[in-house]
């Protein structure tokens, strides 16, 4: 009772990286509020995930395995997770920000006249007064976000209702697996007294999944390409170091917008959340929602021909040139002085 | 008679975020919209479209739009008269006002009980939010089948509506019983275009507040045409639960609004020249950081 919820999401028989994420941000919270994590999984031959969830802190593994559950619909997903929050009572419920938490923990929150916080970007226990009643609430979830395209950062909190529910992007919050593992205790849901006839009304006719193609989350160096750079043209130039310097390429949403490089690099607030070793940045300005995406990384470079461009201020090097200067002459001395 | 189909499209009037000032928000951490210009939200027109041609296909159909708002939020069920829609509803009142996503779900779905329709289509998400909630928990509200990332309408006939809906990696194609809420993603095909003609005809509409304060001959011409007149719901209108609406109804609050400050680091400044580019890629080969 009154512990913390992270649902489960499993992509091809694999965890996803978010629910991971969220293992080792819920471990982190139950261990300040002195209660169990407990993990939720819901899908088709799924058991075998549970020694996984363990390493990641999981107390209990709650499972429901069945066909109907795979792949996702909303609506049997919504009744085992509406279902099992009513009969354990968890204070927190934790989803990725992906389009299946996205899709159905909206749902979860209706049906439990919970409030939602989408996409939060940090979780902290704390306490809160209520500034018109004076009421006071002690280790509530504080669930902090940007807002307004993240020109601001919102705390909100979740005085009455329970669970207080939030999602979190992939990538945001780090995953670390504990040196010893939980318990991980598999617990069977009841979910034949959740689940209705009218629960499987929609039905899946065809699904296409794609390959991943670009894999910049997983990649150690990153070069960056913005509005700055000019071209589509001027791309290759930032391909070419990337590829040279044996990583990935990423891009600011302006770039993506402006058509240079494909929406899968985009990184920033609302693209993917990258903390590789070295991050260069290449005409990039460093507006906010592009800084919140990469702000994690270890060494950040910058290539820009103002001066006075905000990504400077985070850049632990700032190279004052331009991309068609500058590129050629780190793939020269990279080439002259690696081996 | 036959039986004519109503689509209800969700929509919003939403500040351009893209664009904001420091006067955007107000001390109680509330948005300021006054400050900000107001459009219609770029999703919505998506949906509005996938409306539209839900009716293109039905034939026997209506598209009407509806929005929570101030009384300028009309100038988005105009637009879309503009483009195809048959009318509108605006629902408009203080009892809403501070309303997060459950709460504003909440209204919407009392006011879709009074109207009755037989889908519901919205955009996937707002952009002064972002947070893709409302068409869910509406969905959960009125106890319907949800379709969220709709694509493409693949086919619609009575009863039933095939949708292809975009995954993280790939797509679906989905068939759901009808009535259900339909959420629209923005690589879903654009709206159409404003009509010259359907804005003469429209161009006059006015909701029910607006008509109130309009000249007499404005409110004649619309008695003689009342597919110019917008309806206006007030909370009262809606039956709502008093206690579910607004900043009360809402379980989430704001706790603090802060401004985003960059952290400053120790920063070294270099330029284009070739010794301190050597000197760099140096530094970077040295501490492993590459290679």
Not at chain 1, 66 to 87: C, D, S, W
Not at chain 2, 73 to 79: P, S, Y
Request: proline fraction near 4%.
């Amino acid at each position: 009772m009154n512990n913390v919820f992270v649902y489960i999401e499993i992509e091809d028989k694999e965890i996803a990286d978010v629910s991971l994420e969220l293992l080792t941000k819920g471990r982190e919270l139950a261990n300040t509020l002195g209660v169990k994590l407990e993990a939720v999984v819901i899908g088709k031959d799924i058991k075998g995930v549970a020694p996984e969830l363990a390493k990641y802190g999981a107390d209990t593994v709650w499972v429901a395995d069945n066909e109907i559950f795979a792949p996702f619909r909303t609506l049997p997903h919504t009744a085992v997770m509406v279902g099992l929050i009513k009969q354990e009572k968890p204070q927190i419920a934790l989803f990725g920000a992906t389009p299946v938490g996205r899709d159905f923990a909206p749902r979860v929150s209706s049906a439990l006249h919970s409030g939602l916080t989408a996409d939060c970007t940090e979780l902290v226990i704390g306490d809160h007064k209520d500034a018109k009643t004076g009421t006071e609430y002690s280790n509530l979830l504080y669930q902090i976000r940007p807002a307004f395209g993240g020109n601001i950062i919102a705390t909100i909190v979740n005085p009455e209702c329970r669970p207080q529910m939030a999602t979190v992007r992939e990538g945001v919050m780090r995953k670390e697996a504990l040196a010893t593992p939980a318990k991980g205790e598999i617990r069977e849901i009841d979910w034949k007294a959740m689940v209705s006839d009218a629960d499987l009304a929609v039905r899946i006719i065809d699904r296409h999944i794609e390959e991943r193609k670009i894999n910049i989350k997983g990649a150690s160096v990153i070069v960056a390409g913005g509005y700055g750079v000019g071209s589509k043209e001027g791309f290759k130039l930032v391909h070419e170091l990337a590829e040279v310097l044996g990583g990935e390429v990423g891009a600011s949403r302006a770039a993506v917008d402006a058509g240079f490089t494909e929406h899968e690099r985009q990184i920033g607030q609302t693209g993917v959340t990258v903390r590789p070793k070295l991050y260069i940045a290449c005409g990039i300005s460093g507006q906010i929602q592009h800084t919140a995406g990469m702000d994690g990384s270890a060494m950040i470079v910058s290539i820009n021909t103002d001066p006075e461009a905000p990504i400077n201020n985070i850049a632990d090097y700032a190279i004052i040139g331009s991309v068609e200067e500058v590129i050629p002459k780190m793939i020269k001395y990279y080439k002259q002085n690696s081996k | 008679m036959e039986k004519v189909t109503k689509i209800v499209v969700m929509a919003k009037q939403v500040p351009d975020t893209r664009n904001v000032g420091k006067d955007a928000m107000t001390p109680e951490g509330t948005v300021n919209r006054a400050a900000l210009a107001a459009i219609f939200n770029p999703e919505d027109l998506n949906a509005l479209e996938l409306a539209l041609q839900m009716k293109d296909r039905i034939g026997s159909a209506t598209v009407h739009v509806l929005t929570m708002g101030p009384q300028r939020a009309a100038d988005i069920i105009r637009e879309a008269m503009f483009r195809g829609a048959d009318g509108g509803y605006l629902l408009s009142g203080k009892e809403f006002a501070g309303s997060d996503t459950l709460a504003t779900s909440y209204a919407l779905s009392c006011a879709l009980r009074k109207i009755n329709p037989d889908i519901i289509v919205a955009g996937r998400q707002a952009i002064d939010g972002d947070t893709a909630q409302v068409g869910p928990q509406v969905a959960e509200k009125l106890n319907l089948p949800q379709v969220t990332y709709a694509e493409e309408l693949v086919e619609i006939k009575e009863g039933e509506a095939t949708i292809k809906r975009r995954l993280e990696r790939g797509s679906e194609t989905v068939v759901t019983p009808l009535p259900a809420v339909i959420t629209v993603n923005s690589s879903a095909k654009e709206c159409r275009p404003r009509n010259a003609k359907r804005v003469m005809k429209y161009k006059y509409a006015l909701a029910t507040s607006e008509l109130a304060t309009a000249s007499d001959k404005a409110k004649n011409f619309i008695e003689e045409r009342p597919y110019l007149h917008i309806v206006e719901f007030a909370a009262a209108d809606v039956n709502p639960d008093a206690s579910q609406l607004g900043l009360s109804g809402s379980p989430t609050k704001v706790k603090k609004i802060e401004n985003v400050v960059l952290q400053a680091k120790e920063s070294k400044t270099l330029t284009a020249e070739d010794k301190d580019i050597e000197a760099l890629m140096q530094e970077l080969i040295a501490s492993h950081t590459l290679g």
